[in-house]
């Protein structure tokens, strides 16, 4: 299947969500997937495209080893709920064995710099491993999270580039772009999808806007921005449009 602006114009006038995944799935088969960290808007897409027909999706999450235990509990029970298996993107032992030997455990705290390495390291390079294998890549970013975010477009040609160098083009989806966070939180209860516990506990007003790994994600305060409980640390210097891991920072193909 080529990959090109006249495939993203016909892409882009499917307007049902479900339906634009539905048929990415019927073009491309297992070379498309949907890639969930299991916040509000990738569990609504699991739901979604099971509901227009792909009964068996393919759908991976990137497990950096050191997430939440809430977050392996949704994980089981999306499995269980939708008869699917979540490939699980794993880092690599040996480059986290190198990480640890040359900087520590808690390397995150240090600098941006350090702290993009580890990400790289348990997030990017996983993920991009699993991109070696797909033409499509469907994600659940939604432009009310941040202004980085909101530039994303819903259908887009990016660069993927492979493990020796070569760069190709990539389909980027983000089918609920332009949905807010309210809209998600209604279509997942309504259809009763099995959502983050954590994402649902709110105290004073403290709540989780964003999950990632457990030491580097915190909830936030009522008047803090979305991505202000992560890297907490880094606040005084960061705004929410610094405060990516990298994953959805990939350069437009051209
Ligand atoms: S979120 Fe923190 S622990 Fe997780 S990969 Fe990034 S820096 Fe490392």
């Given at each position: 299947m ?5 495939l ?7 307007e ?20 969930t960290?299991?916040q ?16 068996k999706p ?19 029970e ?12 794993v880092?690599?032992?040996n ?6 030997r ?8 240090n600098?941006?710099a ?13 993920n991009?491993?699993?991109?070696n294998t797909l ?8 432009a ?7 530039q994303v ?13 070569m ?25 009763r999808?099995?959502t983050?516990?954590l994402?649902?506990i ?33 606040n ?11 994953l959805?920072?990939?350069r437009?193909?051209?």
């Open positions: 080529l990959i090109d602006e006249v993203v114009k016909k892409l882009e006038e499917i049902d969500p479900g339906e634009l995944m539905a048929e990415l799935f019927r073009q491309f088969g297992n070379r498309a997937a949907i890639g960290s299991g509000w808007s990738g569990v609504a897409l699991i739901d979604m495209v099971i509901r227009a027909g792909i009964t393919n759908v991976y999450t990137v497990d950096t080893l050191r997430l939440f235990p809430e977050t392996y509990d949704l994980m089981r999306l499995e269980r709920r939708y008869t699917i298996k979540i490939k699980k993107a880092p690599d032992f480059a986290v064995s190198k990480m640890v040359d900087h520590g455990e808690m390397i995150f705290f600098s941006k350090k702290q993009e390495y580890c990400c790289k390291i348990r997030k990017v390079d996983p991009n491993r699993i991109l033409d499509v890549w469907i994600t659940g970013v939604r009310d999270q941040s202004n980085s975010r909101s477009k819903r259908v887009d040609i990016v660069t993927h580039m492979e493990e020796n160098g760069e190709r083009p990539l389909l980027k989806v983000t089918p609920l772009i332009n949905w807010t966070e309210e809209d998600v939180k209604d279509y997942a209860k309504k259809h999808v099995p983050h516990k994402l649902e709110e105290r004073d007003g403290w709540h989780y806007a964003s999950l990632g790994c457990i030491i580097c994600t915190t909830p936030i305060g009522p008047h803090e921005s979305r991505r202000a409980g992560r890297w907490r640390w880094f005084y210097a960061l705004n929410d449009d610094h405060k990516e891991c990298g959805h920072l990939p437009k193909y051209e």
